[in-house]
């Protein structure tokens, strides 16, 4: 459940023909993108029960990914003006796992992506450090 009690909202926009599909989408994310959510699949057709999924985005990448099913729609064509895209958040999900879900990948899961633990020097030297300061503390006080 989203918090936006107003969606869907609806944008739109002229394109030429012929224009890409990819426009598009870069320019109905830029909006998406500036949020801070793991990330958005965009879907064509008339929501996301009939759509296709056609890119995913996220903050953490320099731009949308198209899914290899939207090559089929690299041109926008005389129907164009029918077209509507639909942008579903996946929040808390990796987007690298959601484009390898998406692509049909094969082969082993991507895992998501987690912060580097830290060496096993640098924590006893942070122990040790937070010591040093506990014991001039206590002899200074």
């Known amino acids: 459940m989203a918090d936006d009690c107003d969606a869907p909202h609806e944008a739109v926009w002229e394109t030429p023909d012929g224009g890409a599909v990819a426009d598009v989408l ?38 949308l990914r198209l899914l290899p099913d939207a090559e089929a729609h690299a041109r926008l ?19 690298e796992v959601v484009w390898w879900e998406l692509t049909g990948r094969r082969g082993p899961r991507p895992r998501p992506q987690a912060a580097p633990a830290p060496q096993p020097e640098a924590l006893r030297l942070r122990l040790r ?11 200074l006080g």
Do not use: K, M
């Open 26 to 63: 870069e320019r109905s994310a830029g909006y998406l993108l500036s949020l801070n959510t793991s990330c958005w699949v965009a879907y064509l057709g008339y929501g996301r029960g009939d759509g296709r999924p056609l890119a995913v985005a996220s903050p953490r990448w320099s731009g």
């Open 129 to 139: 450090d937070h010591r040093d300061q506990l014991i001039r503390r206590i002899r």
């Open 77 to 95: 064509g005389p129907h164009a003006d029918r077209l509507e895209i639909y942008w579903a958040v996946r929040s808390g999900a990796d987007p």
